[in-house]
């Protein structure tokens, strides 16, 4: 179970790419960003070196600039981009700081960063994927952590509930969908799984953007609403909760408490 109600928003936010031009202003606008949905009682949900791009860790983020955290206003992603030294040390700088939530995803990887290999944490496979991951935080900091997964609904149906069946052997606690565009059948099935729910709402127009994401199509010249599909998705599945990738912190953010007041 994730430390908030699933009521809650959980607000995706991006921390800076080490490369940016300006580091220091694009982290005082994540700082900005970061205690607008941690006042507003929204879970903060910071991702790790999304699309592969090396981007400042969530907890050096949050240090650096001072914020605040209290474990339901803060999910730290997690991937199998780390050595196990840096993995070590960015779920220790979670659990001092007071977090808990975490998700654990396999990530995207790039040439500039390293994958997590087998005999780093013990394991006897090819590949660490968020099976072991999960494993290996259970193994070595039991009872620190609530873990959650992702659950892709454009996979190959057998196949990603395959998956879902180890993560959940593994010790996941709530499951994160991909972006859904309305009410989606495919994503029904997660309810035999006995585990809280959060749907992500692709608040951004660029619906290209989210098919090279998620690996689909959809129709050419697409025209959607990110805010009514927000509010379609809260009202078909009002026992769900609602997660806001590439959310406008100046349009959008504003008109969340219209959603679910």
């Not at 840096?86 to 998700?103: E, N, P």
């Not at 997660?190 to 619906?207: E, N, Q, T, Y």
């Amino acid at each position: 179970m994730p430390s908030a109600d699933l009521k809650t928003f959980h607000v995706e936010i991006l921390t800076p790419k080490l490369d940016a031009p300006d580091i220091e202003a694009d982290l005082a606008k994540f700082g900005d960003k970061y205690r607008a949905a941690f006042d507003a009682g929204y879970v903060v949900c910071i991702t790790d070196n999304p699309m592969g791009h090396l981007s400042v860790t969530a907890m050096d983020a949050i240090e650096t600039l001072g914020l605040p955290v209290r474990p339901d206003r803060l999910c730290v992603h997690l991937n199998t981009f780390h050595t196990k030294k840096d993995l070590d040390a960015l779920l220790r700088a979670v659990h001092d700081a007071g977090g808990r939530d975490l998700l654990i995803v396999s990530g995207d990887g790039s040439q500039r960063l390293h994958r997590l290999e087998p005999d780093e944490i013990g394991v006897a496979c090819r590949t660490v994927t968020s099976v072991e991951l999960l494993r290996y935080i259970g193994r070595e900091y039991p009872g620190m952590f609530n873990c959650g997964v992702a659950f892709n609904p454009y996979e190959p149906r057998d196949a990603e509930l395959a998956k879902m069946e180890r993560k959940v052997s593994s010790g996941a606690r709530f499951v994160i969908t991909q972006p859904i565009l309305g009410r989606d059948e495919r994503v029904n099935v997660l309810r035999g799984f006995g585990l809280p729910v959060i749907l992500d709402a692709w608040m951004s127009k660029r619906v290209d953007l989210l098919a090279e994401c998620v690996g689909t199509t959809f129709p050419e010249g697409m025209v959607y609403d990110p805010m009514g599909n927000l509010r379609t998705l809260g009202e078909a599945y009002p026992d769900w909760g609602l997660y806001l990738a590439l959310l406008g912190f100046k349009t959008q953010f504003p008109l969340l408490g219209s959603i679910r007041a």
